[in-house]
């Protein structure tokens, strides 16, 4: 299970990567810097924890196949 579709995310991830060095600096530039990393933060959050949550149903997905 390990090795499936893990390109999709890390060209998901580089994008977020780089959306959020974005963020940051229109965050300086607008003069509200502490609001910006406060929203990466967040968006970092929920991106991993959708990330997570798939994993722990594809593991069990897979799991319940492998013993039938």
Request: glycine content about 8%; hydrophobic content about 55%; charged content about 20%.
């Amino acid at each position: 299970m390990e090795g499936r579709n893990t390109g999709l995310r890390s060209i998901f991830i580089i994008f977020w990567v780089i959306g959020s060095i974005f963020w940051v600096m229109i965050g300086a530039l607008d003069g509200d810097f502490m609001q910006s990393i406060i929203t990466i933060t967040i968006g970092w959050a929920v991106l991993f924890l959708c990330f997570w949550v798939k994993d722990e149903y594809m593991r069990k997905k897979w799991n319940d196949l492998d013993e039938d």
